[in-house]
């Protein structure tokens, strides 16, 4: 039987994509992956995540990716112009990656806080019917989720590396890091803009732009 697991890396940094990550493979992979160490990103070092990301990519009938910059993550956040959300837009992601990897049986990691509302919004806009199997901690459950986590966030932290050589240390990207804060108060009050490669509708500019003088977001 060929199963799919699929998950996301970067949903709440202020700096950098979302990456949306699934992947299928028969059962006999995912016992495969099991063995060799496969499990939830988040328990494993970036070492161990690099490793394990071409073994996946190998054992795994099908991977597939979708990036979504922060300029179209603004256009479903942002109250002026608010397309049904930001868990409609990973909806979206989700649902566009399982038709293409027409697996069995899809187990996906839920962004919302109703799982079964979440199942119902992909199958909706996948319009096909689909053994889908929506639950929180997927990752932690399921082997495919799991691989589907380490090749999203091993995608999420080369665009991340990538931001980081070209215009500095921004740190992990996320609002709780305090070089991420950092590098974008100092862009502030050097651009007095936020930066192209930073999503403009999170409420981390309202801690950085009181302490930047003149300063009013657009």
């Given at each position: 039987?060929?199963?799919?697991?699929?998950?996301?890396?970067?949903?709440?940094?202020?700096?950098?994509?979302?990456?949306?990550?699934?992947?299928?493979?028969?059962?006999?992979?995912?016992?495969?992956?099991?063995?060799?160490?496969?499990?939830?990103?988040?328990?494993?070092?970036?070492?161990?995540?690099?490793?394990?990301?071409?073994?996946?990519?190998?054992?795994?009938?099908?991977?597939?990716?979708?990036?979504?910059?922060?300029?179209?993550?603004?256009?479903?956040?942002?109250?002026?112009?608010?397309?049904?959300?930001?868990?409609?837009?990973?909806?979206?992601?989700?649902?566009?990656?399982?038709?293409?990897?027409?697996?069995?049986?899809?187990?996906?990691?839920?962004?919302?806080?109703n799982p079964k509302r979440f199942a119902k919004i992909i199958s909706d806009i996948m319009k096909k019917k689909q053994r889908l199997v929506v639950s929180h901690h997927a990752d932690e459950i399921y082997t495919s989720v799991s691989a589907a986590s380490i090749v999203a966030k091993v995608t999420r932290d080369r665009h991340v590396q990538k931001i980081g050589r070209k215009y500095g240390d921004i740190g992990s990207?996320?609002?709780?890091?305090?070089?991420?804060?950092?590098?974008?108060?100092?862009?502030?009050?050097?651009?007095?803009?936020?930066?192209?490669?930073?999503?403009?509708?999170?409420?981390?500019?309202?801690?950085?732009?009181?302490?930047?003088?003149?300063?009013?977001?657009?």
């Amino acid at each position: 039987m060929i199963v799919a697991g699929v998950d996301e890396a970067g949903r709440g940094s202020v700096i950098g994509p979302l990456v949306v990550s699934g992947i299928s493979a028969s059962t006999s992979a995912i016992e495969e992956l099991a063995r060799m160490g496969v499990k939830d990103s988040k328990q494993l070092s970036p070492a161990q995540r690099s490793k394990l990301y071409p073994q996946i990519l190998k054992l795994c009938k099908n991977v597939s990716t979708e990036v979504l910059a922060p300029s179209d993550i603004d256009k479903y956040v942002e109250p002026k112009i608010r397309l049904k959300g930001l868990n409609y837009l990973e909806a979206l992601s989700i649902a566009k990656i399982l038709s293409s990897l027409d697996a069995e049986v899809s187990y996906v990691d839920s962004c919302d806080v109703n799982p079964k509302r979440f199942a119902k919004i992909i199958s909706d806009i996948m319009k096909k019917k689909q053994r889908l199997v929506v639950s929180h901690h997927a990752d932690e459950i399921y082997t495919s989720v799991s691989a589907a986590s380490i090749v999203a966030k091993v995608t999420r932290d080369r665009h991340v590396q990538k931001i980081g050589r070209k215009y500095g240390d921004i740190g992990s990207g996320y609002p709780s890091d305090p070089q991420t804060i950092e590098f974008l108060q100092k862009w502030m009050k050097r651009e007095l803009s936020v930066p192209p490669f930073a999503r403009r509708s999170w409420k981390t500019w309202l801690r950085i732009t009181p302490k930047i003088e003149d300063f009013t977001l657009p």
